[in-house]
């Protein structure tokens, strides 16, 4: 069975048999959009994490060449072993660097939840205070101008 039967599209069309447009059946797009299914990595998140992936895939690519020259009985199998040891210390912590970035950019930036977080809550009434607060002063303010020159200073 052929793809375009399988998806119903029917047999391929002869050259010269007519366009899909004189047919009146509309033309299949090669690429659909499809909304996000989760929201994209903050920028320094994922900067850590594309360093992770490439300090883990060096150490197992390091980790095989030292196995495979302690199987041969090579001399270079016991530095490689140690570099090995080393590079899965390094693997390790880059995977930590990268939990702690994220952990750091949530509560630096709040964590984005439907329907609303608490972050942004709580920002949103901390400009509210502010506001108040710069309105309170600059009707007292106003007040103490309008003040000064009616009253005599008996």
Do not use: Y
């Amino acid at each position: 069975m052929d793809t375009e039967e399988r998806r119903g599209a029917g047999p391929p069309e002869q050259p010269g048999a007519g366009s899909a447009e004189a047919d009146g059946t509309i033309p299949r797009r090669l690429w659909i959009e499809e909304p996000a299914i989760r929201r994209r990595m903050p920028d320094p998140v994922r900067t850590a994490a594309v360093r992770a992936v490439l300090i883990m895939s060096l150490t197992v690519i390091q980790a095989m060449v030292a196995f495979l020259c302690t199987m041969a009985g090579s001399w270079l199998a016991f530095p490689m072993v140690l570099t090995g040891v080393a590079g899965t210390v390094v693997a390790t912590w880059s995977v930590l660097d990268v939990w702690v970035t994220r952990q750091v950019w949530n509560q630096r930036n709040g964590v984005v939840s439907l329907p609303a977080s608490t972050a942004r809550r709580m920002r949103r009434e901390r400009r509210a205070a502010r506001r108040a607060a710069k309105a309170r002063i600059r009707r007292e303010d106003r007040l103490r101008r309008r003040g000064e020159g009616r009253l005599s200073r008996a």
